[in-house]
Each structure stands twice: as structure tokens, then as C-alpha cells.
């Protein structure tokens, strides 16, 4: 089981000479070229010179501290090592024009317990946890901990093909997990698991499952349980909630071992407005915007970040690195990103700001975006960015030398919206909105589309998946099979949400753990066999992975069949022997010698149908094998004679 280095305490060459009689010795790990990094907002490894660092200097243990303040009047460290006097450990205010505080404290160990104390440019007095700080107090209590993210990683194995496993054509299947409420400590369900003891049966779990990728909700350091996480003070630190850096670390690692990749939540668009973090960080509007037309989300209660200043580009990228470099992460979902990017996302006319050129557009947010895409996939093999963007702004995903934002991945947010509105109506009502189904293969390769029914959709009133479905038990759980099944072969990536994959009947309750009991009966258990058996179908199979982006990968057979609720379509990988035939029929009626165009001569087999028995359906199954006739239909040269199921997808490949 990995474990934490025991490494000697980094030694340092002071750049002048100390007196050895100040309780803060004058030191600096930055160099002029960090500085004029900082300055113009490309310093993107500021996690290696910010924040507490566990020092040797000249032959003395100790912590260098370092932090942004550049309108404060005194910065100084306190602590329970100086009984929190404010006045005993003041800290240097560099020369230069950066702003930084910065001195080395000798005999402060890891594990100290520590905030700033800033007074302001108008006398006004502070304390602040450190912006940098590796690890923090567990909630209620709101203070810094010196400490390291030293780790013995085993991954090695992972990190070689992790470019090839992580590859946009590869098979992407998303987990979606929030690690305070997968499981509770069965003993005492109000205790909160940390992450060593919840790989114990996350990772099997998620392996058996077939799930390619997990995706952590916001693991970095959160004041308010009920914010899920999203909005955080603690930008570089792990969640005291879920144990040490160092079991974050190990359940990460363990999860490579796997070969499941970890996608983490992060959130650069807002921060809270507790005392003890970001805001008015040194007495002003330091990290947001002054202009709180820009710098506070009436949603959210909470306040964005000035992405138009350098010195917090410089702090945001360098965070999104961090989690990359220090904690192996694989790739980033980027929260809000469309409240990130238009000053008038979530607000009246007349309350907005405007650009230069008066539009509504965030300048400053864009060359972010840009920015923080280009240093992640440049300093990084391997890793994706996603972004949970629900505007129509163009070319999210595409390169930023052409234009784009640069990211890998977007959330189909129009997709999640029809599919669940069609899904919801009654089986005899679906003719009449037969295209809010097929509606999205007309924009489905715009950008690199994730398929998401997240968090989002089964909380504050909106329903567990399994009751968004019409129909009575049978047919809720036809429906939702019917609807995975579909989700599964429809071109782009997949993410689904923890409890989703059994049919939770319940909302998701952060305070409380999965719904796992259900799984003793028949219809949760199948339905989560069909999960398990979709995505060993997208590993395996190349015609609904290798295209997911691309226009090659998808060919309708018939989209307009909106009397009886069917839908045919190929899904194509890069040999013909890949192709695959989907059937939906969204009713309850079996539909026998059912024909339906095919591509090929040879004789095909039915390889997955959501109505087995395996998943508690009917049972109505294409068995053997099926031999078309010469007889063109639906633009194919020969036609298949089949059973559609009710309310079900089956799938069909030539031999």
C-alpha cells in the first residue's frame, strides 16, 4: 500500500544573509523571472513558490512562507506556535512590484495549524487561511495546515498508455461520484468515509461496472456541506472531509491501477464570500471583480473571479496544473463555464456589464479559457478538459489557433434537455414529438459532445431517472433501459451519476449514502446489469467509440417513423466489419417481422437487447442468426426481418 515519502526537508541557499536573531528570517524562493511570470499572468507552477513550504535553511528546519496581499499594510503569520499574536511574526513585503509577503519561520513543523493576519491599506484587519495552503481544518474550523504532498505514487504503468486509454476515440464512460454520499460508514451512517477506506469497494466496483473514467465532485477545500463542493476557499487543498492529501492521492492511485481514469470537478468561475477566504482578500476586491456588475453571482451568492487580471490568471492556471501534476488527475470537468464567459448569464437587462465593444461577452474570461486550455494540454500527456458549457457560444472544443476555446469535451446540455422531455411522455403521445429525439444528430458534431445525466438532474424536485419515466413499474424501468440503451450508442461520450446506474428511487440526498439495498431486487439489479453490459459493450465494440465525434460514425437508416416510435441508425467504426444496427422502439407493442434496412449481405446477430431477462424484461429476443433478404429498404440494399421489443434497443452485427 503506497505510503508517504520519509524525505529529508528540502535545503535552501538564502539569497543574503540572515539574522538568525529575527523570528522571521528574510528568504525568497522566487526569482526575478517568477516575478515577471506572476506579473503578466504565465506563471503557472506558483504552487512551487506560494504558500507554506516545509524548509531547511541553513541547517535549520522550518516553514517559508509565502502570499499575495499587494494593498496590505503588514502581513504576518499566526498560529498556534506564536499563541495567534499578530504582531510577533510579520512577514517581508518583497521590493519589487508583485505584491508578495513572503519569510521563512524556523521550528514550524507540518501539521501546524496557521492563518494570515492582514491589515489593510485602511487599517482594516483580517485573517485569512492561505490562498496556496495543501491542507485545511475540517469544517466548522477554518484554518491552514503546514503540510506537503509528498506520496509514493505506483502508477507508472498507468501514466505510460494513459495518451492512448484517455484518446478521444477511445471508449469514454464517466462515473460521476460524489465521495461524501456513495457510501456511508455502515456502522454509523453520519460518518463520512475518507478516501482510503471508500476505495476499498469504489475501485472493484467501478471496474466491474466497466466504467472507463470516474469524476470526483469537487475534492479542493469547501466551508458549506450543501454546496456540494462548489464553492470552495481552499483551492489547493484536498477535502478534509475525505482524510489527508495523501488518501486522496492513494485513492487516485488506486483507481490507475485499475485503468480507470479520474476526471476532478473544478470551479474557476465563483468562490464564496466567507471571512476566512478569497474575498476582499487584503482589505479590497484582490481575486474579484470591484464592479460587482462582474465580480458577484446573484445565483449563487458568491463572487467571480478577475480574469482580467494577471496576477489571478496566474493563480487559477497554476491551480488546474497542480491538481494534474501533484495528484495525477487525468483531466478536468470545468464548472459554469458559460456563467464564466457572458457578463449578462443570470441577469436582468440593464444589470449587466459590457465589454469594451459593448457586448456581453467576458473578454477576459475568454483569453482565460484559452489560456488555461494551451498550458494544461501542453505541460500534459494524456489529460482532457471537459466543459459544462450551456450557451450556444461557438467552438468551445475547437483549437484555440483557430479561434476556439480548447477544450477536449462539452456537455450536450440540448441533448440532456430533449431526451429526458421525450422520455417523460406517454408512449402514445411520443409521435407527436418524434423529433426532439432525433433533433440533436443535426448539431451532434459542432464540438466533441459528452452525453450527461448528472447530479443535477435528480435533485431539487426533478426526480430520480427511474421516476421521470411514464408508465407503471415495468414500464418505468422498460423506459430507462430503453433510454441508457440509447444514450449508449448515440455518438459522444457518456456520464452518468452515481445511483443512476440501479435505479435509485430516491433523489440524491448529499447526507446520506446510495440506495444499495435496492439492488436485492429484480429490477434494480437488472437494470443495473444493463449498464454494466453497455459499457462493456462500448469497450468493446469500435463503431460506438472510434467516430464518437465525427459525422463518419453515424448514419441514420430511419429517423421518421414517428407513428410507431421507431428509430433505426448505424453507428461506424473504421473497418465495415465494425458496423453496428440499432433498433429503438419507444412503445410497449412488440413489433414482430419488424424489417429494417441493412447495409450487408451476411448474416447478422442480435448482440445486445435492453428486454432480456438478464435486465427483467420480456424476454423478447432476436436469437440465432438472421439472414437479410435482397430487398432494398430505408436506402440499404437488403432488409432484415426482426423483433423490436417494447420499450427497448437492440442491436444488431453482421458476422
Not at 539574522?19 to 506558483?46: C, M, P
Not at 476499498?200 to 466504467?211: H, I, Q
Not at 441577469?347 to 465589454?355: F, M
Amino acid at each position: 500500500m503506497p505510503t508517504s515519502k520519509k524525505v529529508p526537508a528540502k535545503k535552501n541557499t538564502p539569497s543574503v544573509k540572515i539574522d538568525k536573531t529575527q523570528a522571521v528570517w528574510i528568504y525568497s524562493l522566487f526569482s526575478e523571472y517568477d516575478i515577471d511570470l506572476f506579473l503578466v499572468g504565465k506563471h503557472f507552477r506558483l504552487y512551487n513558490k506560494m504558500g507554506s513550504h516545509l524548509l531547511e535553511v541553513e541547517k535549520t528546519a522550518g516553514t517559508y512562507f509565502a502570499v499575495w496581499a499587494p494593498n496590505a499594510i503588514k502581513v504576518s503569520v499566526v498560529g498556534n506556535f506564536n499563541g495567534w499574536n499578530r504582531g510577533s511574526h510579520t512577514l517581508y513585503k518583497r521590493w519589487d512590484k508583485s505584491g508578495i509577503w513572503e519569510g521563512f519561520i524556523p521550528d514550524v513543523k507540518k501539521g501546524e495549524v496557521y492563518k494570515y493576519f492582514v491589515k489593510g491599506f485602511d487599517e482594516s484587519e483580517h485573517e485569512k487561511g492561505d490562498p496556496y495552503a495543501r491542507r485545511w481544518e475540517h469544517p466548522p474550523q477554518t484554518a491552514s495546515i503546514v503540510w506537503d504532498t509528498d506520496y509514493t505514487w505506483k502508477d507508472k504503468s498507468w501514466l505510460n498508455k494513459r495518451a492512448k486509454l484517455n484518446a478521444l476515440d477511445q471508449p469514454i464512460s464517466v462515473y460521476e461520484i460524489h465521495l461524501g454520499s456513495w457510501e456511508r460508514d455502515p456502522g454509523n451512517p453520519e460518518r463520512v468515509l475518507n478516501c482510503r477506506e471508500i476505495a476499498t469497494r469504489l475501485v472493484p466496483y467501478v471496474k466491474d461496472m466497466g466504467f472507463t473514467h470516474v469524476e470526483l465532485m469537487p475534492v479542493m477545500e469547501f466551508p458549506y456541506f450543501p454546496s456540494w463542493g462548489y464553492q470552495i476557499t481552499g483551492y489547493f487543498g484536498a477535502s478534509s472531509r475525505y482524510g489527508s492529501p495523501q488518501d486522496l492521492m492513494y485513492l487516485i492511485d488506486e483507481l490507475h491501477k485499475a485503468n480507470i481514469a479520474v476526471i476532478l470537478d473544478w470551479v474557476p468561475s465563483h468562490f464564496p464570500g466567507d471571512r476566512h477566504g478569497l474575498y476582499e482578500f487584503d482589505g479590497t476586491h484582490l481575486y474579484e471583480h470591484a464592479d460587482m456588475r462582474k465580480g458577484f453571482h446573484p445565483d449563487w451568492k458568491s463572487y467571480i473571479f478577475n480574469y482580467d487580471r494577471n496576477e489571478v490568471r496566474s493563480f487559477l492556471i497554476s491551480n488546474a496544473l497542480f491538481w494534474l501534476d501533484q495528484y495525477h488527475a487525468d483531466g478536468l470537468r470545468v464548472d459554469a463555464v458559460a456563467s464564466m464567459l457572458y457578463f449578462d448569464f443570470s441577469r436582468k437587462d440593464g444589470d449587466s456589464a459590457t465589454n469594451e465593444y459593448g457586448g456581453s461577452e467576458n473578454l477576459g474570461a475568454i483569453q482565460f479559457l484559452q489560456d488555461l486550455n494551451v498550458a494544461v494540454y501542453g505541460n500534459f500527456e494524456g489529460v482532457q478538459t471537459i466543459a459544462e458549457e450551456s450557451s450556444t457560444y461557438p467552438g468551445v472544443t475547437h483549437p484555440v489557433h483557430a479561434g476556439g476555446l480548447g477544450f477536449g469535451m462539452k456537455w450536450m446540455m440540448g441533448w440532456m434537455n430533449d431526451t429526458e422531455k421525450y422520455f417523460k411522455v406517454d408512449p402514445l403521445g411520443r409521435k407527436h414529438h418524434h423529433h426532439q429525439l432525433s433533433f440533436s444528430m443535426t448539431y451532434a458534431f459542432t464540438e466533441n459532445f459528452m452525453l450527461p445525466f448528472s447530479h443535477d438532474e435528480v435533485v431539487h424536485g426533478k426526480s430520480p431517472m427511474l421516476y421521470k419515466m411514464p408508465g407503471d413499474d415495468w414500464q418505468k424501468f422498460a423506459n430507462l433501459r430503453a433510454l441508457y440503451g440509447y444514450m449508449f450508442t448515440h455518438p459522444g461520450a457518456k456520464l452518468l451519476f452515481m445511483g443512476n446506474e440501479f435505479g435509485d428511487t430516491s433523489e440524491w440526498n448529499f447526507t446520506s449514502s446510495l440506495n444499495w439495498h435496492l439492488l436485492k431486487y429484480a429490477p434494480h439489479k437488472g437494470m443495473q446489469e444493463t449498464v454494466k453490459a453497455l459499457n462493456h459493450l462500448l469497450r468493446k465494440e469500435p463503431a460506438l467509440h472510434h467516430f464518437n465525434f465525427s459525422y463518419e460514425g453515424f448514419q441514420w437508416i430511419d429517423a421518421d417513423n414517428a407513428n410507431e416510435s421507431i428509430f433505426v441508425y448505424m453507428r461506424k467504426g473504421p473497418n465495415a466489419k465494425d458496423t453496428l444496427v440499432i433498433a429503438l422502439n419507444l412503445t410497449p407493442v412488440v413489433r414482430e417481422n419488424y424489417p429494417i434496412g441493412v447495409p450487408f449481405k451476411t448474416k447478422w446477430k442480435e448482440i445486445f437487447n435492453t428486454d432480456a431477462e438478464a435486465f427483467y424484461g420480456s424476454g423478447k429476443l432476436n436469437t440465432g442468426d438472421l439472414t437479410p433478404a435482397e430487398q432494398e429498404y430505408n436506402g440499404q440494399q437488403y432488409t432484415l426481418k426482426v423483433t423490436l421489443p417494447p420499450l427497448g434497443i437492440c442491436i444488431f452485427k453482421s458476422k
